[in-house]
């Protein structure tokens, strides 16, 4: 079982960056997919950015080559650096791990645990 606490939200203008984390408590975080998903209200929740156990990245065509995600698997932490930011960037964002051992970051299949969210406010 594995517990997620995402911070880092806030409300900034287009053009600026935030850098979120997702600190993760729990056994064997090394071994878990994790990924950053978005939901803005009565919308679906949209994946964003994959990193697998071994290092793999995959991203939405929406954000890739401006968001960046990385771990540290010595802090049981992940990271969603995000430059450049929009208005459309305005959600709810949410960290999930899934896929243990799986090295394809596209590959991770369905989360197992998810955060409770963060919120990102982009005004233009």
């Known amino acids: 079982q594995l517990q997620l606490e995402e911070s880092g939200g806030g409300s900034v203008q287009a053009g600026d960056s935030l850098r979120l984390s997702c600190v993760v408590t729990?056994?064997?975080?090394?071994?878990?997919?994790m990924s950053w998903f978005r939901q803005t209200p009565g919308q679906e929740r949209e994946p964003i950015a994959h990193?697998?156990?071994?290092?793999?990245?995959d991203y939405a065509a929406s954000v890739k080559g401006r968001f960046t995600i990385s771990r540290d698997n010595a802090e049981n932490t992940v990271f969603l650096q995000m430059d450049n930011l929009k208005a459309e960037d305005t959600a709810l964002y949410f960290c999930?791990?899934?896929?243990?051992?799986?090295?394809?970051?596209?590959?991770?299949?369905?989360?197992?645990?998810w955060g409770q969210g963060t919120q990102v406010t982009v005004s233009s």
């Open positions: 999930a791990a899934a896929g243990p051992r799986i090295a394809n970051a596209q590959s991770l299949g369905a989360p197992h645990f």
């Open positions: 729990g056994r064997a975080f090394a071994n878990y997919g």
């Open positions: 990193i697998s156990w071994t290092g793999d990245t």
